[in-house]
C-alpha cells in the first residue's frame, strides 16, 4: 500500500491530489451509470483512467470504509489492502476521505474491479 509517511512533500501533495480526483472522476461515473450497474462503472473508469487507476480508486473507496461496517465484505478489505497503489485507511481517513456511494455499491464495484 502507499506510504505516506515514506513520501517526501511534494509526493505527498500529488498522490492526494490524484486520490482525489480519481475518487471525484468514479463518483462522476457512478452516479451517470448508477442504473447500468457496478460493471459497467468500472469498465467506464477503466476507459477514462485505465485498468491500474481504476484498481487503486476502487480500493482507495473501500479503504474510506470502516472494516466493522458489513456492508462492505472482508474479501472486498483484503483485496483492496493488496493494491500497492492504493493508501491506507489510516492516509484516507487524515485526508477526509468519505464516500458519497451506499456501502453496498461500493461492494459490488470492488468485485467488479477484483475481476481486472
Known amino acids: ?10 509526493e505527498m501533495i500529488a498522490a492526494r491530489r490524484t486520490i482525489r480526483d480519481n475518487l471525484d472522476t468514479l463518483t462522476a461515473i457512478y452516479s451517470d451509470a448508477r442504473t447500468d450497474g457496478p460493471a459497467a462503472t468500472v469498465a467506464r473508469m477503466v476507459e477514462k483512467i485505465g485498468k491500474a487507476a481504476t484498481a487503486a480508486t476502487v ?6 470504509t ?22 491506507t485507511p489510516a492516509d484516507l481517513d487524515r485526508m477526509h476521505v468519505y464516500s458519497s456511494i451506499h456501502p453496498v455499491h461500493i461492494n459490488q464495484l470492488a468485485e467488479s474491479a477484483r475481476n481486472l
Not at 480500493?59 to 474510506?64: H, I, T
Not at 472494516?67 to 497503489?85: F, L, N, P, Y
Open 1 to 10: 500500500m502507499l506510504n505516506f509517511e515514506n513520501m517526501t512533500r511534494p
Open 59 to 64: 480500493a482507495n473507496l473501500v479503504n474510506s
Open 66 to 87: 470502516n472494516r466493522a461496517d458489513g456492508r462492505v465484505s472482508a474479501a472486498a478489505h483484503v483485496w483492496a489492502e493488496s493494491i500497492d497503489t492504493a493508501a
